[in-house]
């Protein structure tokens, strides 16, 4: 059984799941207007931790992401730069993708774009308005929270104490200042879709209700996303699920900041600007072990130091992969525990990190077990008992490989393109397709790699 913090009641609980063997996940996926920041990386970093674990535990796992390419700050920066919102979109999200690939991040198995569901937000927000749960405003129409008596629930305050601290805006037309835009009318120049209560845009808080409940379907299990999505922007998608009468999520979890202290960034060299930025510079693997080394809800230092501390464990890592020539594990698609035999000490340490990862996804506790083992199956090998020593060497690569962290013999990545061709051959060999096996495997060859079949697919390493 998996156990997650559940932000709603406010302690660690039971994933009751709507199908025992399926995890369902909705992750608030970027606005696509800029460089991803390093906020962005741990995010995706710790759901993709969790949805790789789930995988290894023997869970399928539907996990959608969204991708929000209509906003005012897409807007702001395509008119500066005298470009289309489009334009301005489409690069953003081949920058996202990039950073997202390099980071070892899974690709959502849906990742639906706002603009792609338009009409379906329109026909919602239609529906709010006949029933005067929405109402028009000059600037557009707004969701009145009245309509939804517990309002306040992910937030933790009631819907009256919640309204006293409201900060009351300029647009005094609102009944309530926590009332928020469901659909924003057209400005001259501004991209403008058709509605019966006026062209316009959607506001932020519609396309989720709408993609996750269209692909997840009623009740799916977990909807996540960062501490500063929990109010207003999950409580307002809640607050719109249920005024119109759907079983929106069953739980609600919620993951921490990252810290980068403006002071100490001022003053050190090589400071990361933006993930793509932290990328470049580093092993794309030292920001998701620096991730891993904290709890998914503590904040996190990510400063040049922490990332330095972070590669020199790597390259402990690294050092164990040369010691035992362990095959270099390609995560193109999630490792399962079931593919692999556990005997040993290898069961031992992998019950022993199952025990902490399964209970809140507890990361630091598992990593630290894990690097005792690397210590446990160097001093085992140093006095000559091979045999416990390959046992935990073993269990070490494909439990780091389950959490996305591969470890590496040489000091060649196996860099995005060619993960992606590998993940393709297991495909394919899946399908028993051996044409474009074969077609894959002399495709990866021609970018110098030997080609091997491992327990659970294709291993790639250099010569
Ligand atoms: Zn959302």
Not at 63 to 91: H, M, P, W, Y
Not at 235 to 249: L, S, Y
Request: proline share 5%; hydrophobic share 40%; aromatic share 8%.
């Amino acid at each position: 059984m998996l156990r997650l913090f559940d932000s709603v009641h406010g302690d660690v609980r039971d994933l009751e799941l709507r199908d025992p063997s399926r995890v369902s996940i909705y992750v608030c996926g970027p606005t696509v207007y800029g460089l991803p920041h390093l906020g962005h990386g741990r995010y995706t970093l710790i759901w993709d931790v969790a949805r790789r674990w789930f995988t290894f535990r023997g869970y399928e796992v539907h996990f959608v992401s969204n991708i929000t390419d209509v906003d005012d700050k897409i807007i702001t920066r395509a008119q500066e730069e005298g470009r289309t919102e489009a334009d301005i979109a489409a690069l953003c999200e081949q920058q996202w993708w990039d950073a997202m690939d390099a980071l070892g991040v899974l690709r959502p198995d849906e990742n639906p774009h706002a603009t792609g569901y338009i009409e379906a937000m329109v026909s919602l927000i239609d529906d709010f308005v006949t029933r005067d749960v929405g109402y028009a405003t000059s600037d557009g129409i707004y969701f009145d929270v009245s309509n939804v008596p517990d309002y306040g629930l992910l937030a933790g305050q009631p819907l009256e104490s919640l309204r006293a601290g409201a900060r009351v805006e300029a647009n005094d037309e609102k009944r309530s200042p926590l009332d928020f835009a469901l659909w924003k009318f057209a400005k001259p120049g501004e991209p403008r879709w058709p509605a019966p209560f006026g062209e316009g845009r959607p506001g932020w808080h519609t396309e989720c209700v709408v993609m996750s409940l269209e692909l997840l379907g009623d009740g799916f299990d977990l909807h996540v996303g960062g501490f500063d999505l929990k109010f207003p922007h999950h409580e307002n998608e809640r607050a719109q699920a249920v005024a119109a009468g759907h079983d929106f999520a069953h739980h609600w979890t919620h993951s921490g900041w990252v810290m980068v202290g403006e002071e100490k960034m001022s003053k050190s060299l090589g400071n990361f600007t933006s993930l793509t930025d932290l990328l470049a510079q580093t092993d794309p693997r030292a920001y998701r072990l620096l991730v891993l080394r904290s709890h998914y809800r503590s904040p996190i230092d990510v400063t040049p130091e922490t990332i330095a501390d972070a590669e020199r464990a790597l390259e402990r890592l690294d050092a164990l992969a040369r010691r035992f020539s362990l095959p270099e594990l390609a995560i193109g698609t999630p490792l399962r525990s079931s593919d692999f035999t556990w005997d040993g000490l290898a069961a031992a340490l992998f019950e022993g990190v199952a025990l902490v990862l399964d209970d809140d996804l507890n990361t630091p506790l598992a990593v630290a077990q894990l690097f005792e083992a690397v210590s446990a199956a160097n001093a085992a090998a140093d006095r000559g008992d091979d045999h416990l020593a390959r046992q935990l060497a073993q269990g070490l690569n494909v439990l780091f490989g389950a959490l996305g962290l591969p470890l590496r013999r040489t000091n060649h990545e196996i860099d995005p393109e060619s993960g992606q061709l590998a993940a393709q051959r297991d495909r394919a060999r899946a399908e028993k397709d051996w044409g474009a096996a074969d077609r894959l495997r002399g495709e990866l060859e021609s970018r110098g790699w030997i080609v091997e079949d491992g327990a659970t697919g294709t291993v790639l390493r250099r010569a």
